[in-house]
């Protein structure tokens, strides 16, 4: 199926979703809110995706929202933010939550919705060119895209407050010293590297790094019990269903390398 805002290629299990709007800042509208919901439920359903790698095309990863599309709402903008929003936080969480790890490569500046696509990864690499601010309260909005749930959990709370009302813009080495980003790669390797870890990661378990992803995403709102409670019935699923569980085990014992399936 053809996309207007984005690119989407799967090669070797891995789906390569790719920002799609270089003349406009790959920013964010209707369309593409709900084109990447609609990619992020094929890619949490399908057996055949299991690494996602997000990117962009052009100089900016994603300038935001598309004020000039907001401007032209007048008063229907409420309810176009309201649409535009829902699809891209569902999204967001379906990507947070499907078993398919998910790496977002950033390849230049990261702003507004932007930012909050850029640390949802799973795992999240950076250019060393690229540029992180937050910038909703610049133009008079509040943040979206999780990021007032991410941040917090990443920085601590005092340090979110301060890079959402003052909207520094981070270098990339200043991000990664926050926590926000995993690596920083240069520009030309950017893209390779992060490829190299998504076809690594689709031949893993993939089961397992679901049930991870989902304990990590509910861990900070558990009690310790809750959260012990779920990790027994997590390992103890995955030994129950999971061939890649039996494999990963057989495999260690016979001093092999396992051969998972994804399964």
């Known amino acids: 199926m053809g996309y207007k805002t984005l690119e989407l290629k799967i090669i070797d299990k891995v789906?390569?979703?790719?920002?799609?709007?270089?003349?406009?800042?790959?920013?964010?509208?209707?369309?593409?809110?709900?084109?990447?919901?609609?990619?992020?439920t094929m890619c949490d359903s399908a057996p055949n995706i299991r690494a996602v790698v997000l990117t962009a095309n052009g100089k900016m990863f994603s300038g935001g929202g598309d004020l000039p599309s907001f401007q032209k709402q007048g008063d229907k903008l409420s309810e176009y933010l309201r649409l535009t929003t829902t699809g891209l936080h569902m999204a967001i969480s379906r990507f947070?939550?499907?078993?398919?790890?998910f790496i977002v490569a950033v390849n230049g500046t990261a702003a507004g919705a932007g930012f909050s696509i850029a640390i949802s990864g799973d795992l999240v690499f950076s250019s060393n060119s690229a540029r992180f601010t937050v910038a909703y309260t610049k133009i008079g909005v509040s943040p979206d895209g999780g990021s007032t749930w991410m941040l917090p959990r990443i920085v601590g709370e005092k340090k979110a407050m301060e890079l959402m009302l003052l909207n520094p813009v981070l270098k990339a080495e200043e991000a990664l010293q926050l926590g926000l980003i995993s690596r920083i790669y240069p520009q030309a390797d950017?893209?390779?590297?992060?490829?190299?870890?998504?076809?690594?990661?689709?031949?893993?378990?993939?089961?397992?790094?679901?049930?991870?992803?989902?304990?990590?995403?509910?861990?900070?709102?558990?009690?310790?019990?809750?959260?012990?409670?779920?990790?027994?019935?997590?390992?103890?699923?995955?030994?129950?269903?999971?061939?890649?569980?039996?494999?990963?085990?057989?495999?260690?014992?016979?001093?092999?390398?396992?051969?998972f399936k994804g399964e």
């Not at 947070?96 to 790890?101: G, I």
């Not at 689709?202 to 509910?218: H, I, M, N, Q, Y």
């Open 15 to 40: 789906a390569i979703i790719t920002l799609n709007r270089p003349d406009d800042a790959n920013s964010l509208n209707l369309e593409m809110a709900n084109e990447l919901l609609e990619i992020s």
């Open 96 to 101: 947070k939550r499907m078993d398919a790890p």
């Open 190 to 259: 950017l893209h390779e590297e992060a490829f190299k870890v998504a076809y690594q990661l689709a031949a893993g378990p993939s089961l397992a790094f679901g049930e991870t992803k989902r304990l990590l995403a509910d861990s900070s709102v558990n009690s310790m019990e809750h959260q012990l409670e779920l990790e027994t019935r997590a390992i103890a699923g995955l030994a129950r269903y999971s061939k890649d569980t039996k494999e990963g085990i057989g495999s260690f014992i016979e001093k092999r390398a396992p051969e």
